[in-house]
């Protein structure tokens, strides 16, 4: 991290980031642990996740023009996080906290069942070459992850520049029992509470289509 990155974790990280209990890496979650939400931002309002937050782009801009919400991001790379305090205490953001774990240990041990409104993974790794592909995220194994931590009605936000990786996500969710479509035709509109980041920027200037995808949590039987 650079020399602003490293105070920004010393200053801001007590308010900003969740103290999380580890498993036998640095970035697990203990099984049996959670948070409660309304006691981490001390009241109880809608709660977004972003999964993959990186530089917190998307996120901090998010929290700013929804004050009525509360915001998690989610990412194991420390750097990232710290720039994400660093705009966020520049703004003056209070509605947004961070927690540094890998996102399948936080949806399944760390967010309490039914406690999220809206999940993001916004240009996620697409792990591109082929024998790297299994390490994508969303894969067989994330929707009954998401589901658990989605309330009833939730709805998942996906986007990626990758086509063969958004295949693979309409795929995988296609075949998703907890999860219905929220959209028409192949591919979801451009979702508009998405700002414009690096990530989307470079995309385009390659060339590459940007996928949405959009899917709501069915109610639980």
């Not at 996080?81 to 703004?91: E, K």
Request: hydrophobic fraction near 45%; aromatic fraction near 8%; charged fraction near 30%.
């Amino acid at each position: 991290m650079s020399d602003a990155q490293e105070r920004a974790w010393q200053d801001l990280a007590p308010h900003y980031v969740i103290d999380v209990e580890r498993d036998a890496a640095a970035t697990s979650v203990r099984p049996g642990t959670s948070i409660d939400p309304a006691t981490v931002f001390g009241r109880r309002a809608p709660l977004v996740v972003e999964i993959g937050s990186g530089q917190g782009h998307a996120i901090v801009h998010a929290a700013t023009a929804a004050p009525e919400r509360d915001f998690l991001a989610v990412e194991v790379f420390r750097a990232g996080l710290a720039r994400t305090m660093l705009d966020a205490d520049r703004d003056g953001v209070a509605n947004l906290r961070l927690v540094e774990a890998n996102a399948p240990e936080v949806l399944e041990h760390l967010l309490p069942a039914g406690s999220v409104d809206e999940l993001w993974i916004f240009f996620p790794d697409p792990w591109h070459k082929a024998k790297h592909n299994k390490r994508r995220l969303v894969a067989p194994a994330f929707p009954p992850l998401a589901a658990r931590a989605l309330r009833d009605g939730g709805v998942l936000r996906l986007a990626t520049d990758w086509e063969d990786y958004a295949l693979q996500m309409r795929d995988v969710m296609a075949a998703a029992a907890d999860f219905a479509p929220a959209f028409d035709g192949d591919w979801a509109p451009r979702f508009d509470g998405r700002v414009m980041t690096a990530f989307e920027r470079k995309g385009l200037q390659k060339g590459r289509e940007i996928c949405d995808l959009v899917y709501r949590r069915e109610p639980r039987g």
